[in-house]
Antibody, heavy 122, light 108 residues
Framework: EVQLVQSGAEVKKAGESLKISCKGS????????IGWVRQMPGKGLEWVGI????????RYSPSFQGQVTISADKSISTAYLQWSSLKASDTAIYYC???????????????WGQGTMVTVSS | EIVMTQSPATLSVSPGERATLSCRAS??????LAWYQQKLGQAPRLLIY???TRATGIPARFSGSGSGTEFTLTISSLQSEDFAVYYC??????????FGQGTKVEIK
């Protein structure tokens, strides 16, 4: 079964660092783009950025460029989203999701992780 | 950045009735348009990609149409499990691949 399993909920203070993970299984991890999507409480979906684990090609939405870092460790089929200094406004659910086809960058997400709730207190 | 506008914000429908959801792009996205369903407390699920192709395992009562800037998701006969929030997303123009703000389908 193709799946993405994310790390558990996090409660942090403003200014702290954080790295959350997304482990892929059931498919070739290096051949599909994996993206991150933010959902703030009671709100819609927002693109954060995306990575191609095969060569670590990474792209960010302008709204998130410089605010987060996306990385991947293909040896353990895991993608990451990290913050160096959290803000209260980073409080949200973060989903990882996989593109449905291979290298194509223009694609929809057909596999989603279960989401990681990040709560940041000020 | 391409802005995706969904309408209506909320759609009240009785079970068994037809639901029609709209999504408009601020500029052409060709047919690079996906629809997702999100139930409360769950991750989104891909319904439609390429504007009109159903994803694996999606029932035939879900259909998508349109190209360019105007798109429609139709649910032919609403079942109880279809009450959810629906999002469109364009993946034609980067950056970024934008989502609409969502349409909530609720029980009338």
């Amino acid at each position: 079964e193709v799946q993405l399993v994310q790390s558990g909920a996090e409660v942090k203070k403003a200014g702290e660092s954080l790295k959350i993970s997304c482990k892929g299984s059931g498919y070739s991890f290096t051949t599909h783009w994996i993206g991150w999507v933010r959902q703030m409480p009671g709100k819609g979906l927002e693109w954060v950025g995306i990575i191609y684990p095969g060569d670590s090609n990474t792209r960010y939405s302008p709204s998130f460029q410089g605010q987060v870092t996306i990385s991947a460790d293909k040896s353990i089929s895991t993608a990451y989203l990290q913050w160096s200094s959290l803000k209260a406004s980073d409080t949200a659910i973060y989903y990882c999701a996989r593109h449905s086809s291979g290298y194509s960058f223009a694609d929809a997400f057909n596999i989603w992780g279960q989401g990681t709730m990040v709560t940041v207190s000020s | 950045e391409i802005v995706m506008t969904q309408s209506p914000a909320t759609l009240s429908v009785s079970p068994g009735e037809r639901a029609t959801l709209s999504c408009r792009a601020s500029q052409s996205v060709s047919s690079n348009l996906a629809w997702y369903q999100q139930k409360l407390g769950q991750a989104p699920r891909l319904l439609i990609y390429g504007a009109s192709t159903r994803a694996t395992g999606i029932p035939a009562r879900f259909s998508g149409s349109g190209s360019g800037t105007e798109f429609t998701l139709t649910i032919s006969s609403l079942q109880s499990e279809d009450f959810a929030v629906y999002y469109c997303q364009q993946y034609n123009n980067w950056p970024p691949y934008t989502f609409g703000q969502g349409t909530k389908v609720e029980i009338k």
